[in-house]
């Protein structure tokens, strides 16, 4: 039986992670401890933002939608401002949403130190109450995977609600996992949830970071009836976590079935 309350325990992780170890959090290299961070790796840290949101235009204008200039983006899940930094310099507006008020809190000084007056940062939750806009492209890496599946597909839905006719969903999910390649992808277990990994914890300090494997088919569906009538996919491996980027398209005379 499905347990009525949401889990909301990878909120309060997420949160500790802010609070204790920000950059770490997003990307676990040792290089990004708050107690190793130095010039060079912050430097590297937002480079490798930039190199993402190039990536991203570039999938989009290969595969989706030719000279792709959104007005306004959403970065769901944007933490310190690792990728949000880097959009600021291709739309006239970018908002950030993230659950942890202390990731937020880095985030603006960050955007302070680049000069980015662009961006407004908000405190998000799952009916994403504090977003009213719709938005040309809408946003999220290395985020749902640490969301529960249950809630991370609500949150889709209506991250979906707020996608501008004509607009771009590029959202990140995990599906499956390398160590169940002799069960083709499929967790070798009957009891719900056992054998799956939710995390780890790389020191006795550390929260624990759920890495949460979804079914694309429920996915698909919730895009489907979003009114997304294409997508393009681009296939992940975070160290034998198996996911897709999903590039999703709402056409301008498209309109969401539910």
Same mark, same amino acid.
């Given at each position: 039986? %499905? ?5 909301? &325990? ?8 802010? %609070? ?49 200039? /959104? ?21 006239? &507006? ?93 967790? /070798? ?23 949460? /494997? ?11 009836? &979003? ?32």
């Amino acid at each position: 039986m %499905k347990n009525e309350l949401p889990d909301m &325990s990878t909120d309060t992780a997420w949160e500790r992670w802010g %609070k204790n170890d920000p950059y770490f959090g997003v990307i676990t290299n040792d290089k990004f401890r708050r107690s190793a961070l130095n010039d060079n790796a912050y430097t590297e840290f937002f480079d490798s933002g930039s190199c993402h949101v190039d990536f991203i235009f570039a999938q989009i204008n290969r595969h989706v939608e030719t000279d792709f200039s /959104p007005a306004n983006i959403l970065d769901f899940g944007c933490g310190v401002g690792r990728t949000l930094i880097a959009f600021s310099s291709r739309a006239a &507006s970018v908002t950030g949403a993230d659950v942890s008020p202390s990731m937020l809190a880095e985030a603006r000084r960050n955007c302070s130190h680049h000069g980015v007056k662009n961006v407004s940062i908000h405190l998000s939750n799952d009916n994403l109450t504090e977003l009213s806009d719709s938005y040309d492209l809408v946003h999220s890496f290395i985020t749902f995977q640490h969301i529960p599946a249950d809630r991370g597909i609500a949150i889709i839905r209506n991250l979906l609600r707020l996608l501008a006719p004509g607009g771009i969903a590029a959202l990140h999910i995990l599906y499956s996992k390398e160590s169940y390649r002799d069960t083709g992808g499929v967790p /070798p277990c009957t009891k719900p949830d056992e054998g799956i990994s939710h995390g780890t914890q790389s020191s006795d300090r550390d929260p624990e970071m759920q890495m949460n /494997p979804y079914n694309l088919t429920e996915v698909l569906f919730a895009a489907q009836q &979003s009114g997304i009538s294409r997508f393009h996919t681009h296939f992940t491996d975070h160290g034998g976590e198996l996911g897709v980027f999903l590039f999703l398209l709402r056409e301008a005379s498209t309109h969401q079935t539910a």
